[in-house]
């Protein structure tokens, strides 16, 4: 692998960079020796305090807890727009780009301070206190972001449910945190195609009892069912309301907000982050990994339901007073140009996507690429999952003609921003390497006995001390926190993915060593897949891995075995499917199932999923030591019932 091709900086791109590979040398140290000291000039540098903070940092990786710049008061609403207005007031904030080409708004930062500020006074009016929880059900419209500023201004914490999620997933949530009011929309449109919000909504409500409202917006017009008393339009609501709110001085400390992740067992996590350090890691990576600079128009591709939209759609870019650019449709539609046709329309200068979208458009061919011109372009980037080398280089020759560097951000929901990363004006690029540490993080690669891997090596990715937006706990169960990310290797933060350090100390990111799956960048615990297969009255047992898929990068791969009597069929497979898209929703929507008659199993009766992992991958030469099953003869039998699929 030391072969592997080095693409330095760009000729004239350091120059104008904030930040050069000397200063990347510098502040990087200076981020480690004197953290105190650093964190306290760049809290100052990006953020408007109302009180100053008392400690910078305070953390104990053995009990899990961290606090950043505690004492300290701020409000995020103020910065992400109050605090713009005298110097930008005029200037776009927001673009948006509808799922049609020919729909799209431009809202400008005072527009934005109205909008968040009547939104704001309808939820006090409804009730709303510090605290309290909101949950956001929404399509990619301005309104999203409009419902989480406008949580953060009363100090309101925002849980943002993915539209794509199903009722049944939205009720888990919604109850989970005991959120009393939701913010959603009519319909959600993408791709051409419809999606009842306000339908799904309804059906989880029917399971909520102690939610009091319901805000609507009116997206597409589509007819909805209507509850008096609960449900409000937004736009009435928005109209009546009056346009100034005076934004809630929180403490550092104070909780942001809540968003749901798939670990490798059980329901979905409330990850939950706070305020100061969360806000001030994602605007500084915004502005020196993107390299953002006045003006400059940003685009993130993410949906604001995953943490990549609350940090480099709403939260950073718009602390830095940029110009961010929100997308309604998918990369595809009306054709596979719509991403580089979006780029010329707006004069996108830098551009933030999946390594999946790369794969899918690249298997579109480079005609719907080369036909337009991407002259505006000048830095791109990915996030979600490794991306593989081709997929690398096809990014950089053909989307950005060979001129525009490529940041390939490691980090998770619960770094709450980018990890490991290049800096463009600092770090030469390796096709599918997230390159180096940004400034404070403190990567260590750990053996199975939970020593710490010295020089080149591969092992499971840890951090060694905290970092100003890290995750603080797990809504309502900290313990949970300690068991998922504390407790395999003491003293450290266990991200759960492994990793191979080069070298030249650059990492490469291997995937996720536990049993979370990465679907087209989509988080997905298989426990949660199988969980589905098995309220089916048919099925006896289930077994869920993922395999090497070309597009989406893995695959869902189901072993279901059925109650004794029953019979496999096509038809089963399809009320199997939609099993899991009823509860989880549409990226749940297995690959593969295939009828097992028996899975696995050691003597004390734990699957090994090693071994369906090898046979879901066609790996079948190198299935490992069988011996210790409790019936060897159950992977002849998984082998030959592969052609029951
Ligand atoms: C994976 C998304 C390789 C990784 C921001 C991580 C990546 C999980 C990369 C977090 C990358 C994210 N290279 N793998 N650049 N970025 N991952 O919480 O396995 O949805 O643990 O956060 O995605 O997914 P999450």
Redesign the pocket.
């Known amino acids: 692998m030391s072969a592997s091709p080095t693409y330095p900086v760009p000729e004239g791109f350091a120059e104008q960079a904030h930040i050069d590979a000397a200063a990347y040398e510098a502040l990087y140290q200076r981020s480690i020796a004197e953290p105190e000291a650093f964190w306290a000039e760049q809290a100052d540098a990006f953020l408007t305090w109302d009180t100053r903070w008392d400690k910078v940092r305070e953390f104990d990786f053995h009990k899990g807890s961290a606090r950043w710049f505690a004492g300290g008061k701020l409000n995020v609403a103020y910065n992400c727009i109050d605090r713009h207005l005298a110097r930008r007031g005029d200037q776009v904030a927001i673009i948006w780009e509808g799922d049609e080409p020919t729909d799209d708004r431009s809202i400008t930062y005072r527009e934005l301070h109205d909008a968040v500020c009547r939104l704001a006074n309808v939820l006090r009016e409804r009730g709303v206190k510090k605290g309290d929880r909101v949950c956001i059900y929404m399509p990619m419209i301005p309104e999203a972001a409009y419902a989480m500023l406008a949580c953060a201004r009363i100090g309101a914490v925002h849980s943002v449910v993915f539209g794509g999620f199903s009722p049944e997933a939205l009720k888990d949530r919604i109850l989970d945190c005991d959120c009393q009011v939701l913010i959603t929309a009519d319909e959600g449109v993408r791709g051409g195609k419809t999606i009842p919000l306000k339908h799904n909504a309804d059906r989880a409500l029917a399971a909520c009892p102690d939610l009091h409202t319901c805000v609507v917006v009116k997206r597409t017009g589509g007819a909805v069912e209507w509850q008096e008393g609960r449900d409000v339009w937004y736009g009435e609501a928005v109209a009546a309301a009056a346009a100034d709110c005076a934004p809630e001085s929180m403490d550092a400390e104070d909780p942001l907000f809540i968003l749901y ?1 798939s670990g490798s067992t059980g329901k979905p996590k409330g ?1 939950l982050h706070t305020t100061g350090g969360y806000l001030l890691q994602t605007a500084m990576t915004h502005k020196y990994v993107f390299d953002y600079h006045d003006g400059d128009i940003y685009w993130c591709t993410a949906d604001v339901g ?3 939209g609350h ?1 480099y759609i709403v939260y950073g870019p718009l602390a830095n007073g940029a110009i961010t650019l929100m997308f309604e449709g998918v990369p595809t539609y009306p054709t596979a140009s719509r991403c580089w046709d979006v780029v010329d329309k707006h004069g996108v200068q830098i551009f933030y996507t999946a ?1 999946t979208a790369i794969r899918a458009l690249m298997g579109a061919g480079d005609e719907p690429v080369t036909g337009t011109s991407r002259q505006s372009l000048k830095l791109l980037g ?6 593989n080398p081709e997929a690398w280089e096809w990014y950089y020759r053909v989307v950005g003609d060979s001129r525009c560097p490529i940041v ?8 709450g921003g980018h990890m ?2 290049p800096l463009p004006g600092a770090t030469a690029l390796k096709p599918g390497s ?1 390159t180096l540490p940004f400034f404070g993080v403190e990567p260590v690669l750990l053996d199975a006995d939970g020593a710490e891997i010295e020089g080149p090596g591969s092992g499971n990715l840890a951090i060694k001390a905290s970092w100003p937006s890290q995750i603080r706990t797990v809504y309502g169960d900290h313990q949970r926190l300690v068991d998922t990310y504390f407790s395999a290797f003491p003293g450290y933060y266990f ?3 492994g990793a191979r350090r080069d070298e030249d100390g650059y990492y490469w ?1 291997t ?2 060593v536990d049993d ?1 799956l ?1 679907v087209s ?3 997905m615990g298989t426990a949660e897949v199988e969980s589905a297969l098995v309220l089916h009255e048919k099925v006896a047992e289930a077994a869920v891995v993922g395999y090497p898929h070309d597009i989406k990068g893995q695959g869902i791969y189901c072993y279901v075995t059925l109650m004794s009597g029953e019979t496999p069929s096509d038809e089963l497979k399809q009320e199997l499917v939609g099993m899991c898209v009823r509860e989880i929703g549409p990226i749940a929507k297995p690959d593969i199932i295939q009828w097992a008659p028996g899975l696995p199993k050691t003597r004390s009766g734990k699957i090994m999923r090693r071994i369906l992992r090898k046979v879901a991958a066609n790996e079948l030469e190198n299935l490992g030591d069988t011996s210790t099953l409790a019936d060897p003869s159950v992977v002849d039998q998984l082998i030959d019932s592969r052609a029951n699929r």
């Open positions: 992740t990850v995953w943490v990549t940090s390594p990915t996030v979600g999952e490794p991306i390939d951000t490691w980090w998770q929901t619960e770094t490991l990363t997230a991200t759960g993915d990111i995937g996720r979370v990465n960048g989509h988080r």
